[in-house]
C-alpha cells in the first residue's frame, strides 16, 4: 500500500513506512521530539479510520472563524493594484518582460516560419510540446496557465490541449527551515506545541507549496500539512500584471481569436489567488464534502481549522493510491472501473445537480482507498455551474440523442456559449458532418474523447466563448473515460452517464426537463425508438 498526500494539483505516492518523526533540518533549531510514529493506528491489524477530534458544530464554527481571522489579510486579484504596485517598478518588470519575451518570441518565431513553409499543421504537435517545455521553464505561473488553457478548445486546437493537458505542476523544494518558521508564524504556535512529530523534509512539492507528513499532538491523529511558497505572491502577481498586458495586444491585432483574451486572464487569475488562500481551500473541501460525500463510496478528508491560516493548511491524511495505478488497485483487490464509475457519477451530480464542482481535474487528484472508497482532494479551485445552464446541458444531450442538430446549435444560446446576435445556421452543418460520421453506432457507443475533440474541432472554427466550467467538466469526464479504457478497451463513459441522465429525465419535476423527456420519446406525436 502506498501514502498519498495532494499538493497543488497533484497527488505523490510514497510506501508505507512504520512512520516519521522530527529531524533537524539546517539553520532550525527543535526541540526533543516523539519516537517514530505509525501513520494510521492499526487493531488486529487492520487500518482504523480517524475522525476529527472535537465538541459540538458550535466549536467547529469557532475554529474556523479564527482560521478566517488568520487568513484576514490574504491578497485577492486586482488588476488595478498589481497595475499601480508594478508601475513603479521599471526594472523588475522589464527584467521579467525579457524572461518571457525571449521564451514566447521564439516560438513565435517558429510559427511564423512554419506557417510560411507550409508546415503550420504538419509541426502542431511538435509545436505544442515546444509550449508545454516553454511554460514549464517560465515557472508556476506559466505552468498554470498552461493547465487553464488545456481545458479551453475555444481558444487551442486538439494537439495544443493534449499537450499542455502533461504540464506537471511541481518545482524543487523550498527549504524546511522556511517552511517551519511559516508554520509558527502563521499559526502563532511553536512547532512542537502543535506536532509531535513532522516529517524532516517534504513528502511532496508543487509550484504553490509544499507538503508535511505530521502527527497533531492533541490527538495523536495523522495529518499532511501544506505549506505555501514563500515569494509566491509576489511572482504570480508580476506574472500576471504581464500576461494581462499580452491580452490587451492579442484582443487588439489577432483576430485568429474571437474570445476576450484579457477576460479570460482576468478570470483564470482571481482562481490562481483564490488557490493561495488555504483558508478558502478549507472551506471548499467541507462545502464539498457536504454536498457530495453523503455517498458511502465518496471520501473528502477533514479539515482541522485550528491549524489552518492563509498559508498553511492541516487536513486529515488519506491512505490510498492514485486512480491511475492500475495494479497497485487491483492488489487491494479493488477494480478501476468501479471507482471510475463512481467518480463519473459524483462528476455528474457535480455539473449538474448542485453545480458546485473541482475545477482542476487530474486524476492524480482521485484515490482508491483500501476500503474501496474515491477520495478527492485539492480543493484550492472550484468552479460552479449556473442553474439555468445544468438543464441546458441535460437537454443539449437528449437533442445529442436525437440527432436534432438544430436545437443542438440553438442550446448554445441557452448554456452562453454565443452571443444571441451570432445567427447559429452555419454551424448546423459542422454539426451534422461531425456527428453523422461519429455517430455510426448510438450514441452510448460514442467514445466520449472523440466526442469532445469533435466539439473542439467546431468550438475552433467559430465564434463559441466556452464557460470555464463546460470546459473543465469536459475535462474531467475525458480523464476518467482514459483512466478506465486501461482496464476495459471497450468502455464508454456516455454509456455510463445513462443511468444518471435517465433518473433526472423521469423524477425531477422541473418543466424544461419534463419537455424533454417527452422531446426524448415522441417526435410527431409518435413515439420514437431510442437508441
Known amino acids: ?15 508505507a513506512t512504520k512512520g516519521f518523526s522530527i529531524s533537524k533540518p539546517k539553520g532550525y533549531k527543535l526541540g526533543p521530539r516523539a519516537a517514530l510514529v505509525e501513520a494510521r493506528p492499526k487493531v488486529n491489524g487492520s487500518p482504523v479510520a480517524l475522525q476529527v477530534v472535537g465538541g459540538d458544530r458550535a466549536e467547529d464554527l469557532q475554529a474556523e472563524a479564527r482560521a478566517m481571522a488568520r487568513a484576514a489579510n490574504a491578497s485577492v486579484y486586482s488588476p488595478e493594484l498589481l497595475a499601480r504596485k508594478y508601475g513603479s517598478r521599471p526594472l523588475q518588470v522589464v527584467k521579467r518582460t525579457l524572461q518571457i519575451l525571449v521564451a514566447l518570441g521564439s516560438f513565435a518565431l517558429k510559427l511564423l516560419l512554419d506557417e510560411r513553409n507550409g508546415t503550420l499543421d504538419q509541426n502542431k504537435r511538435k509545436r505544442a510540446a515546444e509550449l508545454r517545455n516553454i511554460f514549464t521553464r517560465l515557472g508556476p505561473t506559466f505552468v498554470k496557465l498552461g493547465q487553464g488553457l488545456s481545458t479551453r478548445p475555444d481558444l487551442c486546437p486538439p494537439e495544443y490541449l493534449e499537450e499542455l493537458a502533461q504540464l506537471q505542476d511541481s518545482l524543487p523544494t523550498f527549504p524546511d527551515a522556511d517552511a517551519f518558521s511559516c508554520i509558527e508564524t502563521e499559526l502563532g504556535m511553536p512547532l512542537d506545541s502543535i506536532f509531535s512529530a513532522i516529517s524532516p523534509s517534504p513528502i511532496a512539492a508543487a509550484s504553490l507549496g509544499q507538503v508535511y507528513k505530521a502527527q497533531l499532538k492533541y490527538s495523536g491523529q495523522t495529518v499532511a500539512v501544506k505549506v505555501q511558497r514563500p515569494g509566491i505572491e509576489e511572482a504570480i502577481g508580476l506574472d500576471f500584471y504581464l500576461v494581462r498586458g499580452l491580452g490587451f495586444f492579442i484582443n487588439k491585432y489577432v483576430d485568429i481569436i474571437t474570445s476576450d483574451v484579457v477576460a479570460l486572464i482576468d478570470e483564470f487569475a482571481r482562481r490562481v489567488y483564490q488557490e493561495l488562500n488555504y483558508v478558502q481551500e478549507g472551506q471548499n473541501a467541507r462545502k464539498f464534502k457536504m454536498l457530495y460525500a453523503d455517498k458511502e463510496d465518496i471520501l473528502v478528508p477533514d479539515i482541522f481549522w485550528n491549524y489552518t491560516s492563509g498559508k498553511v493548511l492541516t487536513m486529515e491524511w488519506v491512505n490510498g493510491v492514485k486512480l491511475n495505478e492500475q495494479a497497485a488497485i487491483e492488489r487491494q483487490g479493488l477494480k478501476v472501473l468501479d471507482l471510475v464509475t463512481t467518480g463519473i457519477q459524483c462528476s455528474l451530480r457535480q455539473l449538474l445537480e448542485y453545480g458546485y ?4 481535474p487530474h486524476p492524480g487528484n482521485l484515490l482508491a482507498t483500501p476500503e474501496g472508497k474515491l477520495a478527492f482532494l485539492d480543493f484550492g479551485m472550484m468552479s460552479e455551474t449556473p442553474e439555468e445552464a445544468r438543464f441546458a446541458i441535460i437537454g443539449h444531450v437528449v437533442h445529442m440523442v436525437n440527432r436534432d442538430y438544430e436545437a443542438m446549435a440553438r442550446d448554445y444560446y441557452a448554456l452562453d456559449f454565443l452571443s444571441t446576435e451570432v445567427d447559429v445556421s452555419p454551424i448546423v452543418p459542422a454539426l451534422r458532418d461531425f456527428f453523422d460520421d461519429a455517430l455510426n453506432y448510438t450514441v452510448s457507443e460514442l467514445n466520449f474523447k472523440t466526442l469532445v475533440d469533435g466539439l473542439g474541432a467546431v468550438f475552433y472554427q467559430y465564434p463559441f466563448n466556452v464557460p470555464a466550467y463546460y470546459a473543465l467538466i469536459l475535462r474531467s469526464l475525458t480523464v476518467l473515460e482514459g483512466l478506465a479504457l486501461y482496464a ?16 433526472r429525465l423521469l423524477t425531477d419535476p422541473n418543466p424544461y426537463l419534463r419537455d424533454a423527456l417527452i422531446e426524448l420519446l415522441f417526435k410527431d406525436g409518435k413515439f420514437r425508438h431510442v437508441e
Open 1 to 15: 500500500m502506498s501514502l498519498v498526500v495532494s499538493a497543488g494539483g497533484h497527488s505523490f505516492c510514497l510506501p
Open 357 to 360: 464542482f473541482h475545477a482542476d
Open 488 to 503: 476495459d478497451p471497450n468502455f464508454k463513459v456516455l454509456a455510463a452517464s445513462y443511468p444518471y441522465f435517465a433518473k
